[in-house]
């Protein structure tokens, strides 16, 4: 138990930072372009490219948030560049 009390989250913002804008709004623009491949044939085009532009603000936000919660920075880099890589090969994969 004391193990768990003495784990902080470690103060070095610059990767943190690095991961949460580089790699959180690259992912947050694949997530985007998956809105776009879903729901092209359930939704009308001129209405989800306009959801899909106005979503990727809504979906970087918190994941710049969310980088800063990692306990160092190479985790963080680390497990945002591994979402990465796994949203852009669902969208390659879908878009065929």
């Known amino acids: 138990m004391k193990n768990k009390i003495e784990k902080t989250i470690q103060p070095d913002w610059w990767s943190k930072s690095f991961a949460g804008a580089i790699f959180g709004l690259s992912l947050a623009i694949a997530l985007g372009n998956l809105i776009v491949v879903i729901g092209k044939h ?53 878009r065929g």
């Open 42 to 94: 359930f939704i009308a085009m001129d209405l989800l490219v306009q959801l899909a532009m106005w979503s990727i603000p809504w979906l970087w936000m918190p994941l710049l948030f969310i980088s800063f919660l990692f306990h160092t920075g190479k985790a963080a880099i680390f497990y945002m560049a591994a979402a990465n890589l796994l949203a852009y090969a669902c969208l390659f994969l879908l």
